[in-house]
C-alpha cells in the first residue's frame, strides 16, 4: 500500500525536485522558491524514504515511520530519472532546461553522498528510466510533474486562484511495478488540508 505524502504549511519546495510557480492567477503572495534550496529538501524527503527518517526525527514521531526502502541484500540502490520536457511543457517557459539539469545532479549528488555512507548508492538515468537487469537490486525513483489548483474558495469560484505545478516522488520496484512511494511536492501553501497529508520538510543535512 503506498502513501500519498504532500509538502505542508511552512516548507519551500522547487522543481526537481521540485517547484511550485504559479502558471495562473495571483502571485504576489506567493512567492517563487530558489531551486538550490529545493534541490536539498527534496534530496532529504527521498533520503527519508530510502533510509528512513533520522534518529533526531524518530523519536519525535507520534507514529511509527515506514521502514526504510534500501536494505542489504534487497535493494542496495536507486536510480532517479527527471522528466525534463514534461515540467518545461508545462512550466509554460518559467523554467529552463539547464536550470532542471543542475537541480536534478544537486539532488543525485547530495542523496549519494549520504548514501555512501551507509553502503548504498545513487545514480541519474534518461527519462523514462531504462530497464533493469534482473536481480539488479535497485530501486527507480522518477520526479514527473503535476498540476494543482491553489487559493482560496472564493479566488477558485472566481477563476483567480494561482495553479500551481507540483513533483511528483515515485519510488518503484522495477522487478513487480509497484509503486512504493508516492510523494507530492509544492510550495509550501496548503492547498487541500487532506487529512493524510503531512509535513515534509527534511534536508540532507539532516542525515
Do not use: H, K
Given at each position: 500500500m503506498t502513501r500519498r505524502d504532500v509538502l505542508g504549511r511552512g516548507a519551500a519546495l522547487a522543481l526537481p525536485a521540485a517547484a511550485a510557480l504559479l502558471l495562473s492567477g495571483c502571485s504576489q503572495r506567493?512567492?517563487?522558491v530558489g531551486l538550490t534550496d529545493a534541490s536539498d529538501l527534496a534530496a532529504g524527503s527521498l533520503l527519508e524514504a530510502l533510509l528512513g527518517p533520522p534518529s533526531a526525527r524518530a523519536v519525535t514521531m507520534t507514529a511509527p515511520p515506514e521502514p526504510a526502502l534500501l536494505k542489504k541484500g534487497v535493494f542496495e540502490s536507486v536510480v532517479v530519472a527527471t522528466d525534463v520536457p514534461g515540467f518545461l511543457a508545462m512550466s509554460k517557459g518559467a523554467l529552463k532546461e539547464q536550470e532542471l539539469r543542475e537541480t536534478e545532479e544537486r539532488v543525485v549528488k547530495n542523496v549519494n553522498d549520504v548514501l555512501k555512507r551507509y553502503g548504498f548508492s545513487a545514480r541519474a538515468v534518461p527519462f523514462p528510466p531504462p530497464a533493469l537487469a534482473a536481480g539488479d537490486k535497485t530501486l527507480v525513483a522518477t520526479l514527473t510533474?503535476?498540476?494543482?489548483?491553489?487559493?482560496?474558495?472564493?479566488?477558485?469560484?472566481?477563476?483567480?486562484?494561482?495553479?500551481l505545478l507540483l513533483v511528483r516522488l515515485t519510488i518503484t520496484d522495477p522487478a513487480?511495478?509497484?509503486?512504493?512511494?508516492?510523494?507530492?511536492?509544492?510550495?509550501?501553501?496548503?492547498?487541500g488540508g487532506s487529512p493524510n497529508r503531512r509535513r515534509a520538510n527534511l534536508r540532507a543535512s539532516d542525515y
Open positions: 506567493m512567492p517563487r510533474p503535476q498540476t494543482e489548483q491553489g487559493g482560496s474558495p472564493a479566488e477558485r469560484a472566481t477563476g483567480t486562484a494561482p495553479q513487480t511495478g509497484q509503486a512504493l512511494r508516492i510523494r507530492d511536492f509544492y510550495s509550501g501553501r496548503d492547498v
